[in-house]
C-alpha cells in the first residue's frame, strides 16, 4: 500500500508579514503585558512548528480521510484510519489549547497566532480539524457558562483531548429555525433532566477516537415558554459518569450522513433518551439561557467557518499555482503567428495569470480580515481594565467583522476552489489532484453554523445599528483615515478613487436600510441583506490590502537586496493594486441594484416560478 501523500501548502511569509508589518502585533509580546512568554522569534517558530505538523500528520490523511469517510456499525461510528493517532498526536503537541488560557489549560498566545495555526491545521484536513475544533468550542463554553463542580468535571478533560464535545442545535423539522426545537427536558429529583428529542447534522456526533463525548444539547424544559427564549442549554455526555464509573446515557446514533465533502468528520442523526434513560445537566444554575450561552460557541465556530474558508482556499490557489508553473500547453500570446513556437508553461497566458493574481488577492485579503479579528481580541486583552472605551471600540469591531467573517470566507472559498480546477483543466476534476476535494469540501461553509443568508441579516438587523451604529461609524472612519492619507500617492490614484466610492456606496447602503426600517419595509431587508454582506466584505479587504500594498511599496522604494523579499512585497504591492481595480468597482454597482429593491421575486406567484 503506498504511504498517503501530503498536498497542503502555505504561505508563511505572508502570515509574519500581516502579524509583524501590517497589524503590530509585535507591540503587545513581551514582559508587561498579558502575552509576556511570546516575542516575533516564538510566534514565527510556533507557526513553522504547526506548519511542519499539517504536512507530517494531518496533511497527508486528508485524501485518506475522503476516500475511506466514516462508517456505522452496531450503533457506533468508526473514523478513517489514522485520525486516532492525528488526534493524540495532536493534543500531545499542544496545538488545540494554544491560544486557550493558562488557568484552562492552555498556553495563552496572542488570538491572532491562534487563528493562523488554526489555518494551517484546518487547510491540511478539514474534515479531521472538526473533532477537535467542536471540542474546543464545547469546552470553552463551559469554561465561561457552568457551575465550578460542572468545569473541574468536564473542561480539564476536554481541553486536553481525553473527551470531545458538540454542539446539538438542529433538529429535522426545524433546520436554521433554532427555536422550533422540541426536544424536551423534564425535571428530576436529584436536580437533573431526563433529555428526549433528536439532533440533526452534528459534527463529530459520535467517533472511535475517545471515550466519551459531551454533547452541549439545547432543550426545553417542561412549562417554557415557545421560541428561543424557552430554550436552555444542557450537557449530555456519551457516557455519564455515576460514582466515578463510565456508563452509557441512552444517546444512540441513529445515522451518519453520507455527504458532498469532509467525508472524514462524522454528520450524525442523534436520538437523545429512546430508552427514557438520558440524564442531562443544566449548563450553570439558570435556565432559558440556552441561546445567550450557544451563541459564545456560535460566535466561536462562525469565526472558525471563516478560518476553513480561507485554509481550503489558500492551498487550492497555491496546488493551482505550482500546477500552472510545471505544466506546459500551447504558445506564448506573442508568438501567435508562429506555428512552430514552443510550448509555455500555462503561467504565461494573460487568462490564467489573471486568475491567479485574482485568487492571490483574495486569499491574502481573507486571511487579513481574518487576522485583523484577531488583533482586535489581542488589543482588547492588552488594555482590558485600563481602557474601557477603546475595548468598546475593539469589541465593537469583532461583532462587525464576524459575519463577514463567515459568510465572504466560505462564499469566496468555493468559487476559489472552483477556479483552482480551471487552472488545471481536465486534470483538475480528477482525484489525482487536490482541487476536486477542496471543492467539495468548501460548499458546506456557506451553510452550516448559520447559512449566508442568516450571517446578511445578523449584519444588517443587528450588528450594523449596534452602539447605535457607533461601530459601523468608527468602521467606515478608519477606512477613509488610509483613503486620506494615501490618495495621492503615485500609482495609486485610480486604486483610492474606487477605494472611496466604494466607501461612499456602502455608507449610502447603510441609510438605505435605515429608511426600509423606518419605513416598515421589511422585506427588503433579506431581499437584499446578501447583497450588502458582499459589498461591505469587499470594502474591508480591498482596504486592509490597499494598506497593505502601501507597506509593500515603501519596502519597495527603501530598497531590497533579497531576490525572494522583493518579489514578495512586489506581490503584496499586486494584490492590494489588483483587488481595487477590478473588484471594488463591484460595490459601486451592487449599491445601485440594492436601492432598486427588485421586488420582482416576491411578487411573482409560486406557480409562475416554474412546474409542480
Not at 202 to 219: C, P, R
Not at 410 to 427: L, N, P
Amino acid at each position: 500500500m503506498s504511504q498517503p501523500i501530503n498536498r497542503y501548502k502555505a504561505d508563511l511569509r505572508d502570515f509574519s508579514f500581516l502579524l509583524f508589518e501590517q497589524f503590530g502585533l509585535g507591540e503587545l509580546l513581551g514582559e508587561g503585558g498579558p502575552y509576556a512568554d511570546f516575542d516575533e522569534d516564538t510566534v514565527k517558530e510556533v507557526l513553522s512548528q504547526v506548519y511542519r505538523f499539517a504536512q507530517d500528520v494531518t496533511g497527508p490523511l486528508n485524501a485518506v480521510g475522503d476516500a475511506h469517510g466514516c462508517r456505522l456499525e452496531d450503533g457506533k461510528v468508526f473514523t478513517p484510519p489514522g485520525f486516532k493517532d492525528a488526534w493524540e498526536k495532536i493534543y500531545e503537541a499542544g496545538w488545540r489549547t494554544l491560544s486557550v488560557s493558562e488557568e484552562n489549560g492552555g498556553m495563552g498566545a496572542p488570538a491572532s497566532l491562534g487563528l493562523l495555526t488554526e489555518e494551517l491545521l484546518s487547510g491540511s484536513n478539514t474534515a479531521f480539524m472538526m473533532y477537535p475544533g467542536l471540542t474546543l468550542g464545547a469546552a470553552e463554553l463551559l469554561a465561561e457558562f457552568a457551575t465550578p463542580e460542572q468545569r473541574r468535571a468536564y473542561v480539564p478533560k476536554m481541553m486536553d483531548g481525553t473527551w470531545a464535545g458538540t454542539m446539538c442545535l438542529s433538529e429535522p423539522h426545524a433546520g436554521s429555525d433554532v427555536g422550533s426545537a422540541t426536544t424536551t427536558a423534564a425535571p428530576r429529583e436529584d436536580g437533573r433532566y431526563d433529555i428526549k428529542g433528536t439532533k440533526i447534522y452534528i459534527s463529530g456526533g459520535d467517533q472511535d477516537i475517545t471515550e466519551n463525548v459531551v454533547h452541549l444539547v439545547l432543550a426545553r424544559i417542561d412549562g417554557a415558554v415557545p421560541g428561543t427564549k424557552g430554550l436552555s442549554l444542557f450537557i449530555v455526555p456519551k457516557m455519564r459518569a455515576d460514582d466515578g464509573a463510565l456508563a452509557d446515557n441512552d444517546v444512540q446514533v441513529a445515522s451518519i450522513e453520507h455527504k458532498m465533502g469532509i467525508n472524514g468528520s462524522a454528520t450524525c442523526v442523534l436520538n437523545f433518551g429512546e430508552q427514557g434513560e438520558c440524564v442531562g445537566e443544566l449548563v450553570g444554575t439558570t435556565p432559558h439561557q440556552g441561546m445567550r450561552q450557544m451563541f459564545k460557541m456560535m460566535n466561536f465556530a462562525r469565526i472558525g467557518v471563516g478560518i476553513q474558508g480561507l485554509a481550503v482556499a489558500a492551498s487550492a490557489y497555491l496546488n493551482a499555482l505550482e500546477y500552472a508553473r510545471d505544466r506546459k500547453q500551447g504558445s506564448s500570446i506573442k508568438e501567435w503567428k508562429n506555428a512552430e513556437a514552443p510550448r509555455v508553461a500555462i503561467i504565461e497566458h494573460p487568462n490564467v495569470r489573471r486568475d491567479l493574481l485574482e485568487m492571490k488577492a483574495k486569499v491574502e485579503g481573507m486571511r487579513a480580515l481574518i487576522v485583523k479579528l484577531g488583533i482586535h481580541q489581542d488589543r482588547i486583552q492588552s488594555i482590558a481594565g485600563k481602557d474601557d472605551e477603546s475595548v468598546a471600540y475593539h469589541q465593537g469591531q469583532i461583532d462587525l467583522l464576524t459575519p463577514l467573517v463567515k459568510a465572504y470566507c466560505s462564499d469566496e472559498a468555493f468559487q476559489i476552489c472552483e477556479r483552482a480546477i480551471q487552472v488545471y483543466g481536465g486534470a483538475g476534476y480528477l482525484r489525482d489532484w487536490p482541487v476536486e476535494q477542496y471543492a467539495r469540501d468548501a460548499k458546506i461553509f456557506s451553510i452550516y453554523e448559520g447559512t449566508n443568508a442568516i450571517q446578511a441579516l445578523d449584519l444588517v438587523g443587528r450588528k450594523l445599528g449596534q452602539g447605535g451604529g457607533k461601530n459601523t461609524q468608527a468602521f467606515l472612519g478608519d477606512v477613509q483615515k488610509l483613503i486620506g492619507a494615501e490618495k495621492e500617492r503615485e500609482g495609486y490614484e485610480l486604486a483610492f478613487k474606487n477605494l472611496q466610492k466604494a466607501h461612499e456606496a456602502v455608507g449610502g447602503s447603510v441609510m438605505q436600510f435605515l429608511g426600509w426600517f423606518q419605513g416598515g419595509q421589511m422585506a427588503n431587508i433579506p431581499l437584499t441583506a446578501e447583497r450588502f454582506l458582499q459589498m461591505m466584505s469587499k470594502l474591508v479587504i480591498g482596504w486592509l490590502l490597499l494598506e497593505a500594498s502601501v507597506l509593500a511599496d515603501e519596502k519597495l522604494g527603501a530598497g531590497i537586496e533579497s531576490d525572494a523579499e522583493r518579489a514578495f512585497y512586489e506581490g503584496k504591492k499586486a494584490s492590494g493594486l489588483f483587488f481595487a481595480l477590478n473588484v471594488l468597482p463591484e460595490v459601486v454597482a451592487a449599491a445601485r441594484v440594492l436601492k432598486t429593491a427588485d421586488a420582482s421575486p416576491l411578487e411573482l406567484r409560486d406557480a409562475a416560478f416554474g412546474p409542480a
